[in-house]
């Protein structure tokens, strides 16, 4: 790093930055705005920046320069003086914006991202009224081919951060700068349906698209006929990482834990039960634990790889086809919640499955595809009928009226409710590890572990990959990776083929930071310090908790007993398993 | 495209183009290899007329790239076409020299006479195929037309119709 | 073949050579010499009027004969005047035939080689001097030139490299390695005064002191032979006739700034001038010019090729690295330049020059530049060692030209910097074609502009051009007459733009786009007066925000026209007319009373538009007829006007 300050003066105000500052950061830095659009700092929360300065709506003026400066690509230089709202610069802005209107579909009021797109807010404050420039518009169909994600390239205006988050980020490669000229656009391999590509839905795109170009597939509508229906019983599901992102969005503290208020909520929508994807988290921690220490037993199959991230668990089948047999066979927590409502709780109900509805309400685009699995479905009837994501319970929420900061603290149905601390932490990375951990240790020893041996900090903490020795067992430790973000699962299973002994164990989620930055989260904005707030919320969560062991959940030690037998047993496997399928 | 479905003559371009690739010695690991895509598509063209999906797929596959990456690139150079072209393929120059000789009138007779238009789909009976093209540096022979590589220089638009009409005839 | 090992072989491989070009290199003219040369221009041009034919014919002819001793049928690189090809010159005799066809092949060995006879008809008539002339450099095309990019093209066989050593090619680079430090090879060509003949003018030197300043240890030098402008085919004749000159000029510029691998991007649309660079590489690295230890020196450097695929924008550095990297042709600002670390070929310092830039290095290594700097009309302010300490006026060298459009000698001309492009026009170029009138000459290609008649006595040079409007560009020089449309023109060189901008950045995506649907509408009658403005302002905000190069020329041509043809404009948005007669919309055809009835245009018709019998002056029915022009080509009386 370059130490060294360098001095300007931006609308006659002088500021010193670091040399290898440029001028948009001068301009933060002296709190002077400048309207950006396909510039994004740490896009996805990682340390990568978006940066093609390619929409050039934040360009300035600079004294003795030929032309307008993008400032989010020129450096800075001692002496420099600019002006970020002369005439020309705000009149460049502004046809620049002009310009983007005129190849954008002016149906604001119906776009799911209306009153929450950058190109709608910058038409907002520069005042645009009318139209400009009148010409031929890039129109092309809606792709609604898959479960999770729906792309409108006509909305498109080539920010390429979607291309950035999908080949630099998670190397998935599914985006492409396509064509050129004017019918350039970021799509798919030749265009074809996101549904046929190697799209893994982890949602990282969405989450960065400006505008309404890339947006989930809603299934609110379906949910509000189901819960509408006499005729059916509506149960709903809600992920960990949902309770801390949610509040943002009614005004609570970004990162704080409203696990009551969510619950008093969605009951307020009209769901028939209120239950909780801690509950099956808990149970996957007894599956997936039970399989680890059978692998590390038996030394097969090692390193095990947690399944609990759909997105995940598509990149594994679309890129490794070598390694599908090390992934714990265990099915995610939002599918083994699906095969115990529709199975357990449906039979002590007395309500056939086809009439029990099952709602998740995820932080993930990709939950959308899993719940659509066939293998997770018996006789047409899914598992899970319906995915719906944080972002779209929040519609839901306000469509109805339901303000969370107006409402009372509530807690979760019995008997698929009740959860120990080891499953909030599923919501960010390094959690599912720690909750396995945990329980890894007392299966081996029959013991707990106590005080603050159970915060297993060594896997905590928001980096892209960490690597880490646990102690299992009083002087015998494990090599573990956890990983988020799947360009460092990319990086991790790399180092896996290359030496199958370095680690014995990993956790790996696709969204960077792990399911509080998921693809259904609300938007960080580029605030990226919203996901450490996240997760010490759900740290929080956990440590408020008398359970603090999954295995130690009552209602699933008597799930176990009266319905499931044996941990990993026959019906455990029938229910709470399944296999992957190269892609 | 399953192997068992793809005809001989298929294999034999496939096998063809992977002779090439073999010379590349492609390295998974190396970032570089990703310069030698232009090549390999300029050959896979060159040897299967056209870059249809299944043969990006092939050089992605070869090449350690994704589908994605290899259809950027074919999309954003002319010179890659993902159509099959006709038996004789039709370039028209607008370079600016061939422009102001008139060579845009030229072209839309052509188009009007064989309805298809420049850069799209060949004709019904997979004769022609028509292209613009930017200058081929025949500026001294200005207007320029090009059929499947012969160079017909100092055109007029009836001289442009009675070559095609001569194609046409040898069928 | 045995490697050159020393300084002293390359030059005693010369000596021994040398003799091999005396036919071709005497001043003693004779017809009546028993040993001639035949030499036929083998260019992409004279290809395409059957050249390789025409050489087949005439070795037969020879043959036939039994003349094989004596004579010999050489394909040199391109001769320029491309218009009069195929072009063949018979040396000593110092004669110049034009128009050549492979019949006539049999009259030139019957009459000429074996009678020592001109063969009249195949004599290139001087529109100027009016007479049929044999000598080439009393031509009014070639008197004015000065060759020196263009030095070995229509000279040397392009696929024998020993015609190179005894042409002094490599020379240069032998002085560079063995009698210059890399610091002096760059301060000569500081001193030169050599600037980027690719279209922006910056100093040679200046980059190469940049690029030679990085310290790294992977560094790469670059040929852009993206020659992608329109109407200029410079590049194309320089690596078809001379390709050794870039191979020298690549290995000296190698040396100076410190790389050992360098590449050539080259278009895909020139497959002979890829041919023959292939060849001229394993020529080199057979002569031990190329690759390990050139010439017994430390230094080793190669050459290899990148193809580019249909593409304009990758004439931008920045567009050319990518696309060289595998990756779609997109540019990125700059900083960092391809010379920084980071900047250039996989992130490695590069040092990209165009080929006409590399063509004149050898020269200039070899002649010195003091020599170089005394053509064309530079002015600069020099050190007391001699050293260049600033430019004050002009450029130094020469510049090529592609001259076309409405002119009579059209072909590939190369002059002084400072010549008048009333020199290049009238003198070199003969005037303008049909007997029509001057109205403007086109420089720049799509990012540059058009010149009027009051401008024509301006000294060429970068900085003279863009101060009228236009720019040099690659060297496209197009000229208009009173039948040429300006607003179309600009249109034109929108469309081009709008087809070749990359999209990545929304002025140049969108923007071109909607400046071109202006143009549209202005010249097909539903522009308005109002819109000339917001036209005026789109394209001034373009220019100031486009992210590279062709975004922020493109607007060039309608601000440019804008500012010298305003009545044109005017006269479409405003009377609906278009004085030029070239806007569809805004002519009908009409048949006047020249027309005798011959019923040809009738025949000719397309859609049936005109109707008239024999011997009686013919209609056009104005809303049948798509104004496609068959019916003027066809009309032997030029009865058929627009109007």
Redesign the interface.
């Given at each position: 790093m370059d130490s060294k300050m360098v001095n300007l003066t931006i609308n006659g105000k002088a500021v010193s930055v670091p040399a290898n500052s440029t001028i948009l950061d001068a301009a933060r830095a002296l709190n002077i705005k400048i309207p950006t659009l396909c510039h994004c700092d740490k896009i996805g929360g990682c340390g990568i920046s978006n940066n093609p300065a390619s929409c050039r709506i934040c360009v300035v003026e600079v004294e003795n320069r030929r032309n307008l400066a993008p400032s989010c690509a020129t450096p800075v230089m001692e002496g420099m003086k600019v002006h970020t709202n002369s005439r020309r610069a705000l009149n460049a802005r502004r046809t620049i914006l002009e310009l983007l209107l005129s190849d954008h579909p002016q149906t604001c009021m119906t776009c799911a991202k209306n009153q929450n797109c950058e190109l709608q807010e910058l038409a907002a404050e520069f005042g645009i009224e009318e139209i400009k420039y009148l010409g031929e518009r890039n129109r092309f169909k809606p792709d609604a081919s898959s479960e999770a994600i729906r792309r409108d390239l006509s909305k498109c205006i080539m920010c390429r951060r979607c291309e950035t988050v999908c080949n630099k980020i998670q190397t998935v490669g599914a985006l492409t700068g396509y064509g050129r000229g004017f019918s350039a656009k970021v799509g798919t391999a030749n265009l074809i349906p996101l549904a046929e590509s190697n799209c893994t839905f982890c949602g990282q795109c969405v989450n960065v698209c400006p505008v309404g170009a890339i947006t989930g597939i809603s299934y609110v509508k379906k949910v509000w006929d189901a819960i509408n229906d006499p005729a059916k019983t509506v149960v709903v599901q809600t992920a960990p990482a949902v309770r801390v992102a949610i509040g943002q969005e009614f005004g609570f503290e970004p990162g704080a834990p409203v696990t009551g208020k969510l619950a008093a909520g969605l009951r307020a929508l009209g769901f028939d039960k209120v239950f909780d994807t801690n509950f099956s988290a808990d149970l996957t921690i007894m599956e997936e634990g039970h399989e680890i220490v059978e692998r590390i037993k038996a030394n097969k199959k090692l390193p095990i790889l947690t399944s609990c991230c759909p997105g995940w668990i598509n990149f594994i089948e679309h890129n490794f086809p070598d390694l599908l047999h090390i992934p714990s066979s265990c099915k995610s927590p939002q599918q083994m919640f699906g095969a115990i409502a529709k199975s357990y709780y449906a039979e002590k109900i007395g309500v056939a499955p086809k009439d029990l509805v099952v709602v998740s309400i995820m932080p993930c685009q990709a939950k959308k595809y899993e719940a659509a699995r066939p293998e997770f479905a018996k006789d047409g009837v899914r598992d899970v009928d319906y995915v719906v994501t944080t972002r779209e319970l929040c519609k839901m929420f306000k469509e109805a009226g339901v303000n969370l900061a107006n409402l009372e603290d509530d807690v979760f149905d019995n008997p698929l409710g009740e959860s120990s601390g080891a499953a909030d932490i599923f919501g960010v990375t390094g959690g599912v590890l720690e909750a396995a951990c945990r329980s890894v240790y007392f299966m081996l020893n029959g013991k707990n572990l106590e005080g603050d041996a159970i915060n297993f900090r060594a896997v905590r903490g928001l980096d892209g990959i960490k690597e880490a020795s646990v102690e299992i067992t009083p002087g015998k430790s494990i090599r573990v990776a956890v990983c988020s973000g799947l360009g460092n699962a990319r990086k991790v299973l790399e180092m896996v083929r290359e030496d199958p002994n370095r680690f014995q164990a990993i956790e790996i989620m696709a969204c960077p930071g792990g399911c509080i930055n998921g693809g259904g989260q609300p938007f960080l904005h580029g605030d990226s310090a919203l996901l450490e707030k996240r997760m010490k919320g759900l740290y929080t969560e956990d440590e408020r908790k008398v359970l603090r062991f999954s295995h130690e959940n009552k209602d699933i030690q008597k799930l176990y007993a009266e319905f499931l037998g044996e941990v990993g047993g026959e019906k455990a496997h029938h229910l709470l398993h399944t296999e992957y399928h190269s892609k | 495209m399953c192997c068992q479905q793809m005809s001989e003559a298929a294999k034999a371009k496939f096998a063809e183009l992977d002779r090439f690739i073999d010379t590349l010695n492609i390295d998974r690991k190396n970032e570089r290899r990703r310069g030698w895509l232009i090549r390999s598509l300029h050959r896979a063209q060159a040897i299967f007329g056209y870059l249809p999906r299944e043969v990006q797929q092939h050089v992605a596959k070869r090449l350690f790239l994704s589908e994605a990456q290899v259809s950027g690139v074919v999309s954003f150079y002319n010179y890659f076409t993902t159509k099959p072209k006709g038996k004789y393929c039709i370039d028209i120059c607008l370079g600016t020299a061939c422009y102001v000789k008139g060579s845009q009138n030229i072209l839309a007779e052509i188009e009007r006479m064989l309805g298809v238009k420049a850069d799209t789909e060949p004709t019904a009976d997979g004769l022609f195929s028509i292209s613009a093209l930017r200058c081929v540096g025949a500026c001294g022979l200005a207007p320029v037309m090009i059929v499947n590589g012969k160079v017909y220089g100092k055109l007029t638009v009836a001289k442009a119709i009675e070559i095609i009409n001569e194609y046409k005839k040898q069928g | 073949m045995q490697k050159i090992t020393s300084q002293a072989q390359l030059l005693e491989l010369y000596n021994q050579s040398k003799g091999s070009l005396a036919l071709r290199l005497t001043n003693e003219h004779d017809i009546h010499s028993v040993k001639k040369e035949i030499l036929c221009c083998g260019g992409?041009?004279c290809?395409?009027?059957e050249s390789l034919s025409l050489m087949q014919h005439l070795r037969e002819e020879i043959r036939k004969n039994g003349l094989e001793e004596d004579v010999k049928v050489v394909q040199t690189g391109c001769f320029g005047?491309?218009?009069?090809?195929p072009i063949v010159k018979v040396m000593p005799d110092n004669v110049f035939y034009v128009q050549v066809t492979p019949g006539d092949a049999r009259e030139i060995v019957q009459k000429h080689i074996i009678g020592k006879e001109l063969v009249e008809h195949l004599l290139f008539i001087d529109p100027m001097l009016k007479e049929r002339i044999h000598d080439y450099e009393k031509m009014s095309f070639y008197a004015k030139q000065k060759r020196i990019a263009l030095r070995n093209c229509g000279l040397l066989d392009p696929e024998d490299i020993t015609e190179y050593i005894a042409h002094e090619s490599y020379q240069g680079l032998a002085k560079a390695l063995f009698e210059m430090t890399p610091d002096q090879v760059v301060q000569e060509v500081l001193n030169s005064g050599l600037c980027g003949r690719g279209g922006a003018g910056f100093p040679t030197g200046l980059k190469w002191k940049i690029a030679a300043g990085v310290k790294a240890d992977e560094k790469y030098i670059v040929c852009n032979a993206d020659?992608?402008?329109?109407?200029?085919?410079m590049d194309?004749?320089i690596l078809e006739g001379d390709p050794h000159s870039i191979i020298e000029a690549m290995a000296i510029g190698a040396y100076a700034i410190g790389a050992h691998q360098g590449y050539v991007y080259i278009r895909?649309?020139?497959p002979l001038a890829l041919d023959r660079l292939i060849g001229a590489l394993k020529q080199a690295r057979e002569l031990g010019l190329l690759g390990k230890n050139i010439m017994g020196t430390d230094f080793s450097f190669d050459i290899d090729f990148?193809?580019?695929?249909?593409?304009?924008v990758c004439g931008e550095e920045t567009a050319l690295i990518h696309?060289?990297?595998?990756?779609?042709?997109?540019p990125?600002?700059k900083?960092p330049f391809p010379a920084n670390i980071g900047g250039g070929v996989?992130g490695c310092s590069t040092n990209v020059n165009n080929v006409e830039t590399y063509a004149s290095i050898p020269v200039i290594i070899k002649k010195g530049a003091e020599w170089y700097r005394q053509i064309g009309n530079w002015k600069a302010e020099f050190d007391e060692n001699g050293n260049w300490v600033r430019s004050i006026s002009g450029n130094s060298g020469t510049k090529v030209f592609?001259l076309?459009?409405?002119i009579n000698n059209?072909?590939l001309v190369e002059v002084p910097m400072g010549t008048t492009l009333r020199e290049i026009i009238y003198e070199i170029g003969d005037g303008i074609s049909g007997g029509h009138e001057f109205k403007a000459v086109?420089t720049g290609?799509p990012s540059g502009g058009c010149i009027t008649a009051e401008n024509l006595d301006t000294p060429i040079d970068y900085a003279n051009l863009q101060r009228i409007g236009s720019m040099m560009g690659s060297g496209?020089m197009?000229v208009?007459s009173d039948k040429?449309c300006m607003p179309s023109?600009a249109k034109?060189?929108l469309e081009?733009t709008?087809?070749?901008?990359?999209?990545?950045?929304?002025?140049c995506?969108?923007?071109?786009?909607?400046m071109l649907?202006m143009l549209e509408q202005i010249c097909n009658g539903t522009g308005t007066v109002e819109m000339l403005d917001e036209l005026e302002?789109?394209a001034r905000?373009i220019?100031?925000?486009?992210?590279c190069g062709l975004g922020?020329t493109a607007p060039n041509p309608i601000l440019n026209t804008l500012r010298y043809f305003k009545a044109e404009y005017l006269a479409h948005v405003v009377d609906k007319k278009c004085p030029a007669g070239a806007c569809p919309n805004l002519y009908t055809l009409h048949v006047t009373d020249d027309c005798v009835g011959c019923t040809k245009c009738k025949r000719?018709c397309?859609v049936d538009a005109i109707t008239g019998e024999l011997k009686q002056k013919h209609f056009i029915d104005p809303a049948k007829c798509?104004k496609?022009?068959?019916c003027i080509?066809?009309c032997p009386k030029k009865a058929i006007v627009k109007g």
């Open positions: - | - | 992409t041009g290809h395409a009027s005047f491309c218009a009069q090809g020659e992608g402008d329109p109407g200029a085919f194309r004749s895909a649309e020139y990148r193809l580019g695929a249909g593409a304009f696309s060289m990297e595998g990756l779609r042709g997109e990125t600002t900083p996989w592609a076309a459009g409405q059209v072909g086109q290609g496209g197009i208009l040429d023109m034109f060189y081009f709008k087809d070749e901008s990359c999209g990545k950045c929304t002025p995506r969108i923007g071109n786009r909607r649907e302002q789109l905000t220019a100031d925000t486009a992210l922020q000719n397309p798509i496609c022009g068959q080509d066809n």
